[in-house]
């Protein structure tokens, strides 16, 4: 569920699986206790003795070796890496697409047919049955030394969000996907293959942390100091998965064709980006 953080104004081979730190043995979701301010930063919540790490969050990510099946221009950079800065239960959806972005099949992470480029990736993740917003750290202050360290060493990197229609100020019930950050291309890109795909994007403006203008900002660490960001609403996130079926442990398994549609139109953009980069 997404917190209330936010509002701004919008503009007219089987692969090794990620590194993942598992809940331990017999450890169940909890329920977050109540807190009354945003964690300062990633450091400030790992330390927080309230969570514990593979029982309330989980952090997973894959940076790819140069001669990894499957990727392509890997020197001499990395092309692009795919973030889910508030995945599991805290911004829904964002997980799964996330892996499937970087050319993941969500319930398996085996690469995803047809064969395409692997992209690094990283994803924070909330575990518990309820409390997840209390999880959230804003972009500008994601400190994770993995997270910072993947997209400083790439060229472009796309932060995947979920919001809902009111914080994007979309009328009510709005399925719409808002393309924001620094990189100009990579934003029409993203805004002409959605389109395309009949899918509503709407360039994102106006307050920081959905229009992801900030140099601050994850998405934009990255060698070129400018990316992109995809704040998604409610109703087109729900859009991707089996009525019933979208909840942190069945999300993965149950995606509808439109899920696949959404991805294969970001992926497209990705591959429109890299082709007219080659460091920088």
Not at 27 to 39: D, K, N, Q, R, V
Not at 156 to 170: D, K, W
Not at 175 to 190: C, H, M
Not at 263 to 270: C, D, L, P, S, Y
Request: net charge negative; glycine share 10%.
């Amino acid at each position: 569920m997404e917190t209330g953080r936010r509002t701004l104004r919008t503009a007219p081979a089987a692969t090794p699986a990620p590194h993942t730190v598992p809940a331990a043995a017999g450890a169940t979701s909890a329920t977050a206790p109540p807190s009354t301010a945003e964690p300062a930063s990633n450091t400030a919540l790992y330390a927080d003795p309230a969570w514990t790490e593979g029982v309330d969050w989980v952090r997973r990510s894959r940076r790819h070796p140069a001669d990894a099946p499957g990727t392509t221009g890997r020197a001499p950079f990395p092309r692009t890496t795919v973030i889910a800065p508030h995945g599991g239960g805290i911004e829904g959806g964002t997980s799964e697409l996330c892996l499937a972005t970087a050319g993941y099949d969500p319930a398996d992470l085996r690469p995803t047919p047809p064969a395409g480029p692997l992209h690094d990736f990283w994803m924070f993740e909330g575990l518990m049955s309820s409390g997840n917003s209390g999880l959230h750290v804003t972009s500008t202050h994601c400190d994770d030394t993995v997270a910072r360290s993947l997209c400083a060493g790439s060229l472009n990197v796309l932060s995947l969000h979920g919001c809902r229609p009111e914080q994007a100020g979309l009328e009510p019930g709005a399925a719409a996907v808002l393309v924001g950050g620094l990189d100009p291309a990579f934003r029409r890109y993203l805004v002409e293959e959605f389109t395309a795909a009949g899918i509503r994007a709407v360039t994102a403006a106006g307050e920081e942390e959905i229009a992801g203008v900030s140099p601050d900002n994850i998405c934009n660490r990255t060698l070129l100091g400018m990316g992109a960001q995809l704040e998604m609403t409610t109703a087109l996130r729900a859009a991707m998965f089996a009525e019933g079926k979208n909840t942190l442990a069945t999300r993965a398994t149950n995606l509808l064709p439109f899920f696949w549609t959404f991805v294969g139109a970001t992926r497209r953009a990705i591959a429109r980006v890299e082709a007219g980069r080659s460091g920088p």
